[in-house]
């Protein structure tokens, strides 16, 4: 079981980046995904999920309107598009899968770093 999330990096204000997180050894399709961020000493936050279906999903407020998550299930990939991208939201970010056997999974996170 593993998640790898890729697609980070370094971006200036007002760009974008899309983030990728690729499931192996289970059938991402039956998890809610989610995607948090970690920024150097803060903790980590939640900045969205997405129902297994991907009927219904939900943002953190500071993100709202900027960042969108979608899911291939197919590919056995769920996604985090960035834009307008702002100095704050520079952190790791990394996804996480909850699984119908009620544990989690998580990858190992992607650098964000948002900088002139």
């Known amino acids: 079981v593993q998640l790898v999330e890729s697609g980070g990096g370094l971006v200036q204000p007002g760009g974008s980046l899309r983030l990728s997180c690729a499931a192996s050894?289970?059938?991402?399709?039956?998890?809610?995904m989610s995607w948090y961020r970690q920024a150097p000493g803060k903790g980590r936050e939640l900045v969205a999920f997405i129902t297994v279906g991907g009927g219904t999903t939900d943002y953190a407020e500071s993100v709202k309107g900027r960042f969108t998550i979608s899911r291939d299930n197919a590919k056995n990939t769920v996604y985090l598009q960035l834009n307008s991208l702002k100095p704050e939201d520079t952190a790791v970010y990394l996804c996480?899968?909850?699984?119908?056997?009620?544990?989690?999974?998580w990858g190992q996170g992607t650098q964000v770093t948002v900088s002139l």
């Open positions: 050894g289970f059938p991402l399709g039956s998890s809610v």
């Open positions: 996480k899968a909850s699984r119908p056997t009620g544990r989690d999974s």
